[in-house]
C-alpha cells in the first residue's frame, strides 16, 4: 500500500516537473521567436539601407567631380607674391 503511495507521489511528481519544463520552453520559445522576427526585420531595414547608399555611391563619379574642384580656377591665390 505505502509502495504504491510512494509510486504515484513519485510520478505526479515527475509529470508535474514535466509540465513545468514544457511550460518554461514554450515561453522560451515565444520570445525567441519574437526576438528573431525583430532582428530578421531590423536586418533587412539594414540591407535596403545598404542599396541605397551603394546606388548613390555607384551614381557618384568621383574622378570627375574631385578633377572639377581641383581644376577650378582660385583667383584669390597669388603666384607672384611666393618668394
Same mark, same amino acid.
Do not use: G
Given at each position: @500500500? =505505502?509502495?504504491? *503511495?510512494?509510486?504515484?507521489?513519485?510520478?505526479? +511528481?515527475?509529470?508535474?516537473?514535466? &509540465?513545468?519544463?514544457? !511550460?518554461?520552453?514554450?515561453?522560451?520559445?515565444?520570445?525567441?521567436?519574437?526576438?528573431?522576427?525583430? @532582428? =530578421?526585420?531590423? *536586418?533587412?531595414?539594414?540591407?535596403?539601407?545598404? +542599396?541605397?547608399?551603394?546606388?548613390? &555611391?555607384?551614381?557618384? !563619379?568621383?574622378?570627375?567631380?574631385?578633377?572639377?574642384?581641383?581644376?577650378?580656377?582660385?583667383?584669390?591665390?597669388?603666384?607672384?607674391?611666393?618668394?
Amino acid at each position: @500500500m =505505502i509502495a504504491q *503511495l510512494v509510486i504515484i507521489l513519485v510520478l505526479a +511528481t515527475a509529470s508535474l516537473v514535466c &509540465l513545468w519544463f514544457a !511550460r518554461i520552453n514554450r515561453s522560451c520559445r515565444a520570445e525567441h521567436l519574437l526576438e528573431m522576427t525583430t @532582428m =530578421i526585420d531590423r *536586418l533587412s531595414q539594414h540591407k535596403s539601407q545598404i +542599396t541605397i547608399r551603394q546606388q548613390a &555611391l555607384d551614381a557618384y !563619379r568621383f574622378q570627375e567631380y574631385n578633377l572639377n574642384e581641383a581644376l577650378r580656377p582660385q583667383w584669390e591665390i597669388s603666384l607672384d607674391s611666393v618668394n
